[in-house]
Nanobody
Framework: QVQLVESGGGLVQAGGSLRLSCAAS????????MGWYRQAPGKQRELVAT???????NYAASVKGRFTISRDNAKNTVYLQMNNLNPEDTAVYYC?????????WGQGTQVTVSS
């Protein structure tokens, strides 16, 4: 059974930092493209960042230079370091694992940035 378990969300003031983690089980983690997505109230889920098995990364324009995605294949874990947070980053953040079909999602972790 595939599980993606996110952690690290919370409440932070604008300008602060958070580090999200997503621990995966039930998949061959090293071959999967891992990603972070987010969904703010009343908005569609959007891509935040992805990292492929070889380590190449991709970021949404809105987070480039502030967020860093990384992975530890030995720990089956993907991370999202979020710096210089602003209120527009408030959302539920979801971990995603994609290789073929189906793709997998975590349950989400809330990030709230106060002004």
């Amino acid at each position: 059974q595939v599980q993606l378990v996110e952690s690290g969300g919370g409440l932070v003031q604008a300008g602060g930092s958070l580090r999200l983690s997503c621990a995966a089980s039930g998949i061959i983690f090293s071959i999967y493209t891992m990603g972070w997505y987010r969904q703010a109230p009343g908005k569609q889920r959007e891509l935040v960042a992805t990292i492929i098995s070889g380590g190449r990364t991709n970021y949404a324009a809105s987070v480039k230079g502030r967020f860093t995605i990384s992975r530890d294949n030995a720990k089956n874990t993907v991370y999202l370091q979020m710096n210089n947070l602003n209120p527009e980053d408030t959302a539920v953040y979801y971990c995603n694992a994609r290789y073929s079909v189906p793709e997998y999602w975590g349950q989400g972790t809330q990030v709230t940035v106060s002004s």
